[in-house]
């Protein structure tokens, strides 16, 4: 019978993934709102800071963990 463990926790940790790139997501848009109205802009100019900064530290996350599981 075939050892599929690896696959099995590769796909694991992916989907971890998944859900941690949601969750950054939604905090990001809810800290985000939360500091445009408590500064009062009117515009989600800080929702879309918070959210993009959260994108892409996430994206450089993903980068470095599929390059180490490269090696």
Known sequence: MEDKG???SSYLKYS???FQMFFLLGLGLLLGSWADKYFGL???YLA???T???LIGFLVK???D???DRI
């Open 48 to 50: 879309m800071a918070f």
């Open 42 to 44: 009117e515009e989600p």
């Open 16 to 18: 971890g993934l998944a």
């Open 6 to 8: 690896p696959k099995t």
């Open 52 to 54: 993009f900064t959260l």
């Open 66 to 68: 599929v390059v180490n």
């Open 62 to 64: 993903l980068y470095l």
